[in-house]
């Protein structure tokens, strides 16, 4: 039972360049999340998604785009990497309104 | 506005000290408060789920209790290894997203 899985654990990119995290749950949840953190500032919600097919805006969504094709997937995309996008994200999954979210490890982003 | 606030920001104790840790929340119909632990480079861990005021949930040495605008996080004779960031979040009305408190910092002297 693998849980929530995240992909890279560590990357590091130059400024404009783009690239995806991936993330997959294997819990058949429908509701998904990502979320990035940053000292002092907790976790702040990015996007998040009630069902494939549904993507929903959070917090702080500029720069990243999400898609939701399968229950099981819901890769982050940045779409032109800035300095502001250092932080860790991490993606989470929760089986519905009333349930807390399972997190998977995060992926420790750096854009220089 | 939807608010979720921890206090304190940082706690240091000695092993054995007991204290309690604050969620305070601003949310219309709550849905469901969380508590998770995390530990330095890796993910929220889930440690509870409370659903209407006067729940309380134990595990090993830490209790979570829940009135209608606030939440305590106990913590009995601590250890070291209590030693991590206690996160706190609020799932509320018809809305689809949890928001989360900025944490408390425990940190345990043995």
């Known amino acids: 039972n693998a849980g929530v899985t995240q992909t890279p654990k560590f990357q590091v990119l130059k400024t404009g360049q783009s690239m995806t995290l991936q993330c997959a749950q294997d819990m058949n949840h429908e509701y998904m999340s990502w979320y990035r953190q940053d000292p002092g500032m907790g976790l702040r919600l990015i996007h998040y998604?009630?069902?494939?097919?549904?993507?929903d805006q959070g917090e702080v969504p500029n720069g990243y785009n999400v898609s939701r094709s399968t229950t099981e997937d819901f890769p982050l995309r940045l779409l032109s990497a800035a300095p502001s996008q250092t932080s860790v994200y991490f993606c989470?999954?929760?089986?519905?309104?009333?349930?807390?979210?399972?997190f998977g490890s995060g992926t420790r982003l750096t854009v220089v | 506005e939807d608010q979720v606030t921890q206090s304190p920001e940082a706690l240091r104790l000695q092993e054995g000290e007991s204290s309690s840790l604050n969620c305070s929340y601003t949310?219309?119909?709550?849905?469901?408060l969380f508590w998770y632990r995390q530990d330095p480079g890796k993910g929220p861990e889930f440690l509870f789920t409370?659903?209407?005021a006067g729940e309380e949930k134990e595990k090993e040495r830490l209790k979570a209790t829940l009135t209608k605008k606030e939440s305590f996080l106990h913590i009995t004779a601590p250890k070291p290894e209590d030693s991590a960031t206690y996160l706190c979040a609020v799932s509320y009305s018809s809305a689809s997203k949890i928001i989360f408190g900025s944490g408390t910092r425990l940190s345990i002297r043995p």
């Open positions: 989470a999954s929760r089986a519905g309104l009333n349930y807390g979210y399972t």
């Open positions: 409370l659903y209407s």
């Open positions: 949310v219309s119909g709550l849905r469901g």
């Open positions: 998604s009630v069902g494939a097919g549904i993507t």
